[in-house]
């Protein structure tokens, strides 16, 4: 079974960057569609951004022009560039893959943006 191991979380202060990363743990040749969601304390898991296996993205409207989402095909890693962050982007950031209907996740990375 795949896995998916996200990491790249930390402490940031607000403005400051990050990149997540998403390994899958095992070759695949087809992506399917990769997202991150992320869940902040006392809130529904919410979608960040997604990339489908064609590399078409999406982006949910509080993250637009500051997040990007990417893959390497090579390397079997998904990333989160996450620039300009700001305190409400505080969570524990999750990489789901959806393939043949089905739902892997990884077990999250936490983000904190504080001052």
């Known amino acids: 079974q795949v896995q998916l191991v996200e990491s790249g979380g930390g402490l940031v202060q607000p403005g400051g960057s990050l990149r997540l990363s998403c390994k899958i743990s095992r070759s695949i040749s087809n992506w399917g569609v990769m997202s991150w969601y992320r869940q902040a304390p006392g809130k529904q898991r919410e979608l960040v951004a997604l990339?489908?296996?064609?590399?078409?993205?999406n982006y949910a409207d509080a993250v637009k022009g500051r997040f990007t989402i990417s893959r390497d095909n090579a390397k079997n890693i998904m990333y989160l560039q996450m620039n300009s962050l700001k305190p409400e982007d505080t969570a524990v950031y999750y990489c789901?893959?959806?393939?043949?209907?089905?739902?892997?996740w990884g077990q999250g990375t936490q983000v904190t943006v504080s001052s």
């Open positions: 789901k893959r959806r393939q043949s209907g089905n739902d892997y």
């Open positions: 990339i489908t296996d064609s590399e078409t993205t």
